[in-house]
C-alpha cells in the first residue's frame, strides 16, 4: 500500500526463523484457508492479477468500511469483487479487527448484494509490547502520535483546546500538516512522521490525548496500545475507548483539562490506572490471538460452493 517501503523487519525475522521465502505477486495460491489483509489496497486497482482456491477465504478489514457519515471509506464493491472474481472457495468472509470496525461491516453487508460473511471473531492487532512503569511524579506532559494524515487531527478549536499553552509540555508526532502550517501555535513541539522514535517521544509524556477528525474512526486504535504499554494514561472519545474499556478514559474535549488535573493531584490514582490498564492489553497478547485464530479456523468449512 505504501511504495517505497521495505517489508515489515519483524515479518521478515518471522520468515527468517521459519525459513520461508515469501513470494510476490504469484499467479496462484492453493490452500485450506486463504487471508487476504486490507481489502482497501485494491482500490486504485482494475484488476488483481493472483488467482485463490481454498476452502476458506478471509478478507482482514483493517479499514473500516464505512465513514462515520455513513459514507464508504473505498469502494468497497469494487475491492471485494476484484477478490471474489478471482477465486474459488468454500466459504468468504471478512474478518473485523474490533467492535466498531465489525459495526461498519455488519451494516455494509445489510445493504450490499455480496456472498460475504461477517467472520464470529475478530482478527484482532496483536499487542505485546513490554510494559513500562508508569511515573510517579504525573505533570501536564501531554502528546499523540498518528500516520501524518490530516484526517488524523480534529479541528483547529479543538486542538488548541486538548493542548493548552498552560499545559507543561505539548508533543505531537506525524505532525507533519501541522508543520506547514506557520500559524500554528508556538509552545507545540511538532515532530515529522517517524522523525523520531515513538518510545522515545512517548518518554516525553505523561498523558497519551488522542482525538480524530469527525469523518474518521479508528478502527482499533494501535497508537493507543502502545501509549498504555509505555506506562501512561490515555484520553480519548467514546468510540476510540470502545475498543479497550476500562483501559482508557472516554471523555469530552472540554473535559480533558480537568481529567489531567485530577491525576495530577493524586499520583497513586495515575499509576493505579496505568496498571489495571495494562493489565488489559492481555486480551491483546499473542497467546490469546492464537487460541482465538485457530480455534476458528480449525472448524470445517461448509461442503457447499459461493460461486462468484
Same mark, same amino acid.
Not at 467492535?99 to 492487532?125: C, M
Not at 490530516?150 to 508526532?173: H, I, R, V
Not at 499509576?271 to 493489565?279: F, S, T
Not at 480455534?295 to 457447499?304: F, G, H, I, M
Given at each position: ?66 465513514? @462515520? +457519515?455513513?459514507? &464508504? !471509506? *473505498? ?107 506557520s500559524q500554528h501555535p508556538k509552545h507545540w513541539n511538532l515532530y515529522k512522521f517517524q522523525e523520531i522514535p515513538v518510545s ?13 477528525? @469527525? +469523518?474518521?474512526? &479508528? !478502527? *482499533? ?40 488535573r485530577r491525576f495530577i493531584d493524586d499520583p497513586q490514582a495515575y499509576q493505579n490506572h496505568v496498571k489495571n490498564a495494562q493489565?488489559?492489553?492481555k486480551r491483546f497478547s499473542a497467546e490469546q490471538f492464537n487460541l482465538t485464530i485457530n480455534n476458528a479456523l480449525s472448524r ?9
Amino acid at each position: 500500500m505504501f511504495n517505497g517501503q521495505e517489508d515489515n523487519p519483524k515479518l521478515k525475522t518471522v520468515f527468517d526463523e521459519l525459513g520461508i521465502t515469501p513470494e510476490y505477486n504469484p499467479k496462484a495460491l492453493t490452500s485450506d484457508t486463504i487471508v487476504i489483509h486490507n481489502p482497501s489496497f485494491l482500490k486504485f486497482n482494475e484488476s488483481l492479477e493472483t488467482r485463490f482456491v481454498c476452502n476458506r477465504l478471509i478478507a482482514v478489514a483493517h479499514e473500516n468500511l464505512l465513514r @462515520p +457519515n455513513g459514507e &464508504e !471509506s *473505498f469502494d468497497v464493491s469494487k475491492c471485494l469483487s476484484l477478490i471474489s472474481q478471482n477465486t474459488l472457495a468454500r466459504q468468504y468472509f471478512l474478518a473485523p479487527v474490533s467492535g466498531y470496525n465489525r459495526g461498519t461491516v455488519e451494516s455494509w453487508l445489510k445493504t450490499s448484494d455480496v456472498n460475504w460473511h461477517v467472520a464470529e471473531f475478530d482478527w484482532f492487532n496483536i499487542c505485546d509490547f513490554e510494559m513500562c512503569e508508569p511515573t510517579s511524579n504525573p505533570a501536564d506532559r501531554r502528546g499523540r502520535h498518528s500516520r501524518a494524515g490530516f484526517e488524523k487531527f480534529p479541528n483547529n478549536e479543538t486542538m488548541q483546546l486538548l493542548f493548552p499553552q498552560s499545559a507543561d509540555y505539548c508533543g505531537l508526532l506525524g505532525a507533519d500538516s501541522l508543520i506547514a502550517d506557520s500559524q500554528h501555535p508556538k509552545h507545540w513541539n511538532l515532530y515529522k512522521f517517524q522523525e523520531i522514535p515513538v518510545s522515545i517521544f512517548l518518554e516525553k509524556i505523561d498523558f497519551f490525548v488522542y482525538y480524530t477528525h @469527525p +469523518n474518521l474512526q &479508528e !478502527s *482499533f486504535g494501535r497508537v493507543i496500545a502502545e501509549a498504555i504499554a509505555a506506562g501512561k494514561i490515555v484520553i480519548t472519545d467514546s468510540l476510540t475507548a470502545q475498543t479497550f474499556g476500562s483501559a482508557v478514559i472516554a471523555a469530552l474535549p472540554k473535559d480533558v483539562d480537568t481529567i489531567i488535573r485530577r491525576f495530577i493531584d493524586d499520583p497513586q490514582a495515575y499509576q493505579n490506572h496505568v496498571k489495571n490498564a495494562q493489565a488489559t492489553l492481555k486480551r491483546f497478547s499473542a497467546e490469546q490471538f492464537n487460541l482465538t485464530i485457530n480455534n476458528a479456523l480449525s472448524r470445517p468449512a461448509e461442503v457447499k460452493f459461493d460461486f462468484m
